[in-house]
């Protein structure tokens, strides 16, 4: 079974500080793991995947993740926030044992203040 | 390249009724996954199609069902709708395996059940 814990349903910054949005992951075995950004009235959009290559995973729009097998966690960082980037963010995981799902996350809001 | 395509993006239903739901994937996409989206259960999967057959299916009670058809299009089907079953539904596409190339999503079909 698979799970994904996301640490902070709320998470509120100033505009160029650093965005650390957490997840900590449950999987049996060999976990691939995924960052979603929604933003309101809209699906979700893919930021970056880590597939058991590098650990460190750079995605879109400056955001990036690392792998940490011995602390199960895959947490999301970008240097500096910009307003544009206010909106939900989801953390993922899949395995090859189970077609076409993914187990997401509950979700964490990132607020970025002027 | 046009994204995934959700129809209708909002639709009220009376409790009883059924509902059909259509998604048109990524042109050369042709697994299909469904989700259900809600503030209180976050996304929480429904199905996924491959090549016109399901391949995994969630927790959820036979009311919901779903099809694929050999141009990869889907349709989701709710029938006896309850209120509970409001919700953003959300169809995802991915173009072989998902845990190695993730989703694109669409924009949903928000659902409201009186």
């Known amino acids: 079974a698979q799970s994904v814990t996301q640490l902070g349903s709320h998470v509120s910054v100033s505009e160029g500080a650093l965005v650390l949005l957490r997840c900590n992951y449950s999987?049996?075995?060999?976990?691939?793991l995924f960052w979603y950004v929604q933003y309101p009235n809209q699906g979700l959009q893919l930021l970056l995947k880590?597939?058991?290559?590098?650990?460190l995973v750079k995605g879109i729009n400056g955001f990036e993740a690392e792998f940490k097998k011995s602390e199960t966690s895959f947490h999301l960082t970008k240097p500096s926030a910009h307003m544009s980037d206010a909106a939900e963010y989801f953390c993922?995981?899949?395995?090859?044992?189970?077609?076409?799902?993914?187990?997401f996350g509950d979700g964490t809001t990132l607020t970025v203040k002027p | 390249k046009a994204g995934v395509t959700q129809t209708p993006r909002y639709l009220i239903k009376t409790r009883g009724q059924q509902v059909t739901l259509s998604c048109s994937p990524i042109?050369?996409?042709?697994?299909v996954s469904w989700y259900q989206q809600t503030p209180g259960q976050g996304l929480q999967f429904l199905f996924e199609?491959?090549?016109?057959?399901?391949?995994n299916k969630g927790n959820f009670p036979g009311r919901f069902s779903g099809r694929q058809f050999s141009n990869s299009r889907s349709e989701m089907n709710v029938s006896t709708l309850e209120l509970g079953d409001s919700a953003l539904y959300l169809c995802?596409?991915?173009?072989?395996?998902?845990?190695?190339?993730?989703?694109?999503f669409g924009s949903g079909t928000r659902l409201t059940v009186v």
């Open positions: 995802a596409s991915s173009l072989g395996a998902q845990e190695l190339y993730g989703y694109t």
């Open positions: 999987s049996s075995v060999p976990p691939y």
């Open positions: 880590y597939t058991s290559a590098a650990t």
């Open positions: 993922a995981v899949s395995d090859n044992t189970n077609a076409g799902k993914s187990t």
């Open positions: 042109s050369g996409h042709r697994s």
């Open positions: 199609y491959f090549s016109e057959t399901q391949r």
